[in-house]
């Protein structure tokens, strides 16, 4: 994964996302998008940082931190939809899980997922992301593994509420973690490269339920070893990743001192304005502040538009994941075969997220190879996209968070889009998801459209009045320097 991303050239990711410097016109740069301008302390010079300084800083990041995050999501989404999997190897029987009742257990688990998203990702700063991503991991990894000790519906229901709870964070404060490190037309690539994982997790999920089924030990046979191993996994690994994760740029202990401060500096430059803090710890947590990182962050047309985006799109992913199993079982396959039937869709939603080949378009198309071909890749798209357009931190990780929840609500719906009296051609289903992918493309080009016309405006002067509405630090994303990201 870091040798394929050392390969990744920034500029192309500069020509998708373009975003203006304060003081230069973007066509005043040169074509090497790794151009930046430094102010040196009490001086109003700018100077150019060395390209050569910039590309090792962000490689040296990408080898640090992205692999860790890959194996971090890849490990969230097969604990939370091996429930998928266990329920074609005998969860459904032993549990009497009869009528819509699995249905309620998978909506369970978005209840607390949803409420803690908001709050979650004020506490990243607080307890240092190199803690707090790591502690989530060890929670939902015990509750992973105790779900394999359930013997009822009720316990079932707990352990689901629990293991939502204990994920919920999780997806936000990655992104808000990210957006630490890396400058604002960088955090795209970054996410999707960790994204990729939750398509590639349903073929792992897939492959090892299939040999961890086959499990018969000490009076727990089949579906609870799918689990308990796989929770297991899931702890450990959370012991391992507290050790390396760094909490900030300015605390990384594999950058020198100089790389340091100039990764510290690159990113007060990419703030364009939007925050007057010099390091990203600086930015002190304040209830006194809460309101207006709320408003700033909910009121914002970027915010509200790719929130909207964000739970048509994950409609149909989470409708994927959690009933591709049951999908292709009512198809006649036994157990066995529908558990390896579903590797190859994930492996193709997997390449095209990593290779940022996917169409919404496509995504209508009832194959399942073209639908994780076409969605997955749109989903880090609409995260990124906002984490992009919301500033400063705290700001960011309320818009953030605020998205993740409302576009988690889908999952009230997803839960319910494929019920087993509509086996085997699930026409509701489908209709339901390609329904919402239509929404997705109709948002997507509102969005644009606001986006060039608020930077045209900018351009022009037309926001130079907010200047004067008082604290110039706390304008963030809507200083009139800063510039939305298309």
Same mark, same amino acid.
């Given at each position: 994964l870091s040798i394929l991303m050392s390969l990744h050239e920034d500029r192309s990711i500069a020509m998708v996302s373009k975003v203006s410097s304060p003081t230069l016109k973007p066509m005043d740069k040169p074509e090497d998008m790794d151009y930046e301008e430094k102010v040196e302390e009490g001086s109003d010079v700018l100077q150019p940082i060395d390209p050569a300084l910039q590309q090792r800083i962000t490689r040296k990041f990408d080898t640090h931190i992205i692999p860790w995050?890959?194996?971090?999501?890849?490990?969230?989404?097969?604990?939370? !939809?091996?429930?998928?999997?266990?329920?074609?190897?005998?969860?459904?029987?032993?549990?009497?899980?009869?009528?819509?009742?699995?249905? $309620?257990?998978l909506t369970v688990f978005y209840i607390p997922y949803v409420l803690v998203d908001v709050p979650s990702n004020w506490l990243v700063k607080y307890f240092g992301a190199?803690?707090?991503?790591?502690?989530? *991991?060890?929670?939902?990894?015990?509750?992973?593994?105790?779900?394999?000790?359930?013997?009822?519906?009720?316990?079932?229901?707990?352990?689901?509420?629990?293991?939502? /709870?204990?994920?919920?964070? /999780?997806?936000?404060?990655? $992104?808000?973690?990210?957006?630490?490190?890396?400058?604002?037309?960088? *955090? /795209?690539?970054? $996410?999707?490269?960790?994204?990729?994982?939750a398509? /590639?997790?349903?073929?792992?999920?897939?492959l090892l339920a299939t040999g961890l089924a086959r499990i018969n030990h000490a009076g727990y046979n089949r579906w609870p070893w799918i689990f308990i191993v796989e929770g297991a996994v899931t702890v450990a690994y959370g012991l391992v990743v507290i050790f390396f994760l760094p909490p900030t740029p300015s605390r990384a202990r594999f950058l020198s001192e100089s790389d340091r401060e100039?990764?510290?500096?690159?990113?007060?430059?990419?703030?364009?304005?939007? !925050?007057?803090?010099?390091?990203?710890?600086?930015?002190?947590? !304040?209830?006194?502040?809460?309101?207006?990182?709320?408003?700033?962050?909910?009121?914002?047309?970027?915010?509200?538009? *790719?929130?909207?985006?964000?739970?048509?799109?994950?409609?149909?992913?989470?409708?994927?994941?959690?009933? *591709?199993?049951s999908i292709i079982s009512s198809l006649g396959y036994n157990s066995v075969k529908a558990q390896l039937f579903t590797v190859p869709p994930n492996m193709a939603g997997f390449l095209a997220d990593f290779l940022r080949r996917g169409c919404l378009l496509h995504s209508g198309v009832q194959p399942k190879l073209m639908l994780t071909a076409g969605v997955f890749p749109s989903s880090p798209a609409a995260m990124g996209w906002l984490a992009n357009n919301l500033a400063p931190h705290y700001v960011r990780g309320t818009g953030t968070g605020w998205q993740i929840a409302i576009g988690n609500c889908s999952a009230f719906?997803?839960?319910?889009?494929?019920?087993?009296?509509?086996?085997?051609?699930?026409?509701?289903?489908h209709t339901i998801n390609i329904g919402f992918l239509v929404f997705s493309l109709c948002l997507t080009t509102i969005n644009i459209l606001?986006?060039?016309?608020?930077n045209r405006k900018r351009d022009k002067g037309e926001r130079d009045h907010r200047l004067t509405e008082g604290d110039e630090g706390m304008l963030g994303s809507r200083h009139p320097s800063f510039r939305y990201t298309i």
């Open positions: 995050l890959f194996a971090i999501w890849l490990l969230a989404f097969i604990d939370r !939809s091996n429930i998928g999997n266990a329920r074609i190897d005998g969860l459904a029987d032993d549990l009497k899980l009869d009528g819509d009742k699995f249905n $309620i257990a190199n803690y707090y991503l790591p502690g989530l *991991l060890i929670a939902w990894g015990i509750v992973g593994m105790c779900t394999g000790f359930v013997t009822d519906y009720n316990g079932l229901l707990a352990c689901r509420f629990f293991l939502g /709870l204990c994920e919920g964070g /999780l997806l936000g404060g990655m $992104i808000l973690y990210l957006s630490m490190f890396y400058r604002r037309h960088e *955090l /795209l690539f970054r $996410i999707g490269m960790f994204y990729c994982a398509p /590639l997790s349903g073929a792992f999920g897939g100039a990764a510290v500096d690159r990113m007060g430059l990419d703030s364009h304005g939007a !925050s007057q803090a010099s390091k990203v710890e600086s930015e002190r947590f !304040s209830w006194h502040w809460v309101r207006k990182w709320v408003r700033m962050a909910t009121l914002n047309v970027n915010t509200v538009l *790719l929130s909207l985006n964000f739970f048509a799109i994950i409609t149909p992913i989470y409708s994927f994941s959690l009933f *591709l199993p719906v997803a839960t319910f889009t494929y019920l087993r009296r509509d086996a085997p051609e699930y026409r509701t289903g606001y986006a060039k016309q608020e």
